[in-house]
C-alpha cells in the first residue's frame, strides 16, 4: 500500500470519528423526521397531481360517452326523418367517440388504480413519519436517562476520588488556624488593654461554684467528707446532749496535742459518756 493511499485511508477514519462522536441522536432524529416529512409533501404533491389526471381522464370518458350518446340521438333523428345516408353517417361519428370513449374509460381504471395504491402508499408513509414521532419522544427520553444516569456515575466517581476529602480537611484545618488566631488576638487585646486580671477575676466568681458543691455532696455520700472546723464544728455537736461541752475540751485538748482534723472526727464518734464512767471508777 503506498503512502497516499494510507493517507487517504487515515483522513477518512479520522473525518468518520469525528463525524461519530460529533452525531447527537437527538439532533439526528430532529433532522431524519424532517427529511420523512418533506418526503411526505412531495408524496402528497405526486398523488394529488395523479388524482387530478384520474379526474381528467374520468371526465373526457364522460365527454365522449355524453357525444356518442348524442349522435345516436341524431341518427335516430336522420331515421325517422327517413334519410337513411345522414343517419350512417351519425351512426359512424358515434362509432368514434365510443372507441375514444373506451379509450378514456382503460386509462380512467388504471389511474384510478393506481392512485389508490398512491393513497395507501401515502397513508402508509404518514403512518411511518408518525410512529417515528413517538420512538424520537422515547429515543430522547431514554437518551436523557442515560445522560442523567451518566452523570450521576461522574459525580460518584469524583466523590471516589480522596481529593475532594483531602480538600473538606485542608479547609477545616485553615478553618481551625482562623479560629486559633482569632482567639490569640483577642487574648492580645486584652492584655494591651488591662482588662486580663478583671476577666480573671470574673471567670473565678463565674466558675467553680456548682463543681465543688456537687464534689462536696459527693464526698458526703462516700463518708470522707473533712470534719468542719471552728463554728462549723459547734453545729456539728450541736445535736447530741452533753457532747457539745465535750467534743471543745476534747477539740482544744487536740489542737495541744497536735492532733489532725481526722483525729478529732474520731474523738467526736466516740461514746463519750462510757469514757467518763472510767474514769470516775479509777478515781
Sequence with gaps: MGIFSRLGTLIK??????????????????????????????????VAVAIAD??????????????????????????????????????????????????????WLQQKAAVEKLKDALRLLNNKIEEAKRKKNILIARKKRAEAQQQIANTMQGLGDTSAFDTFDR???????????????????????????????????????????????????????EA??????????????????????IGSGASMGGLTAEDLKELEDLDLSELDTKEAKKA
Design 13 to 46: 477514519s479520522n473525518i468518520n470519528d469525528l463525524i461519530t462522536k460529533a452525531e447527537d441522536p437527538e439532533k439526528m432524529l430532529g433532522q431524519v423526521l424532517l427529511e420523512m416529512q418533506q418526503q411526505l409533501v412531495e408524496a402528497k404533491k405526486a
Design 54 to 107: 384520474e379526474k381528467k381522464l374520468q371526465k373526457q370518458y364522460v365527454a365522449e360517452t355524453d357525444k356518442s350518446k348524442e349522435w345516436e340521438r341524431k341518427a335516430m333523428v336522420a331515421v325517422r326523418a327517413g334519410d337513411d345516408g345522414l343517419a350512417r353517417q351519425a351512426l359512424s361519428r358515434k362509432q368514434e367517440h365510443e372507441t375514444i370513449a373506451t379509450q378514456f374509460q382503460t386509462q
Design 171 to 225: 479547609m477545616a484545618e485553615r478553618i481551625q488556624l482562623m479560629e486559633a488566631e482569632a482567639e490569640a488576638g483577642a487574648e492580645l487585646a486584652g492584655e494591651l488593654s488591662g482588662d486580663t486580671l478583671e476577666s480573671k477575676f470574673h471567670a473565678l466568681e463565674a466558675g467553680g461554684g456548682a463543681e465543688d458543691d456537687a464534689l462536696a455532696e459527693l464526698k458526703s455520700k462516700m463518708g470522707m467528707l
Design 228 to 249: 468542719p472546723k471552728g463554728g462549723d464544728a459547734k453545729q456539728l455537736g450541736a445535736g447530741v446532749p452533753g457532747k457539745e461541752d465535750k467534743a471543745s475540751d
